[in-house]
């Protein structure tokens, strides 16, 4: 019988040992003569350079320049690419992708697989023969090592325990991994979630995509955006709204797109655009509007991500 954590129990295995849960992720094949140049034409990443069972984060964006979707390219064909992302954030991707699909030899069709996510520092202990998994993809979630499987039918692997859902939560918080739909939508540039994203998801040798020309720019000016996304940590025990305002020296700066909680900083904890003007570490309070009209407050400190590093 698997073992199911309770949420102290969990976040001690996502940060000391390791934890499967499953992984709310809509997930597509892409296949056909075109497919892998098409979606080189619409990807940020460099998908036609992947060999089969090879995988890339990559952006794909409006042609502004602004986040349609953060997804997973994974290579099962030389004439498929499966593509994944965030649960919920499926039907954007395939919208924006049919939309410039003319005259082009390569079929979207959802695919019913779901995922099952290991986290933690012993993940690469775990013996995953048996789990039977399309795509197997290792994780790095900027210093937490995973890996995330995939298939129609894939299997829990044996002797690891199944972790609460929010403590999964919290570690992405601590970690400033993004998440559609909190950190990362149709108002957000690639730059403002951090170099490390941009570095991770895109190719500046292959050739155009669509919404190059945005991020191409910004890089080629240092990346200074108008706003980065910033760790928050509280000094008292109290979970403000996402939404709340982050106010530096009496003005708006910026405002809550995540909140959690850290076992190992003792503190609620929060993600949160911040203007580019405000330094870290900073201290900053945060606002609300609370139950019969009242205003909530709290006093934080805006940090550099991810807010825990081994």
């Known amino acids: 019988m698997t073992d199911v954590l309770d949420v102290t129990e969990s976040y001690l295995a996502l940060r000391r040992t ?38 890339v984060w990559s952006l794909l964006l409006a042609p502004q320049g602004k986040v349609v979707a953060w997804l997973r390219a994974s290579r099962t064909a030389d004439d498929e690419i499966v593509l994944d ?20 030899d390569a ?13 933690g520092p012993e993940t690469s202990t775990v013996d995953l023969s048996g789990v039977d998994a399309v795509v197997v993809a290792p994780v790095d979630w900027r210093g937490l090592p995973g890996v995330d499987l995939l298939g129609p039918a894939v299997e829990l692997p044996d002797g690891v325990a199944v972790s609460d859902i929010l403590a999964v939560h919290n570690v ?9 739909g909190h950190e990362l939508d149709d108002t957000v540039i690639p730059g403002e979630a951090g170099q490390w994203l ?12 669509t919404g190059q020309e945005l991020v191409a720019r910004i ?9 980065n996304l ?15 305002e982050i106010v530096v020296d009496g003005e708006v700066r910026g ?56």
């Open 107 to 119: 079929v979207i069709e959802p695919l019913p697989w779901r995922c099952i996510a290991l986290r």
């Open 230 to 244: 910033r760790g928050l940590v509280l000094a008292a025990n109290v979970l403000p709204p996402v939404g709340a």
């Open 172 to 180: 992405r918080v601590e970690q400033g991994w993004p998440a559609m």
């Open 18 to 55: 390791v934890a499967a849960f499953e992984y709310h992720r809509d997930v597509y094949s892409v296949r056909g003569a075109d497919a892998v140049s098409y979606l080189q034409g619409q990807l940020s990443a460099d998908v036609a350079a992947l060999g089969i069972g090879e995988q």
């Open 219 to 227: 890089d080629s000016r240092g990346n200074n955006t108008p706003r």
């Open 255 to 310: 405002e809550l797109t995540s909140v959690g909680e850290s076992l190992d900083l003792r503190a609620p904890i929060a993600l949160g655009f911040v203007h580019r003007s405000v330094d870290v570490p900073c201290d900053a309070v945060l606002r609300w509007a609370a139950p019969e009209g009242s205003i909530g407050e709290a006093a934080a400190q805006i940090r550099d991500l991810p807010l825990l590093t081994d």
């Open 198 to 209: 941009i570095d991770t998801s895109v190719s500046f040798t292959k050739g155009c995509y």
């Open 85 to 104: 992302v965030d649960g919920g954030s499926g039907p954007a991707v395939v919208e924006r992708l049919e939309r410039f699909k003319l005259r082009v």
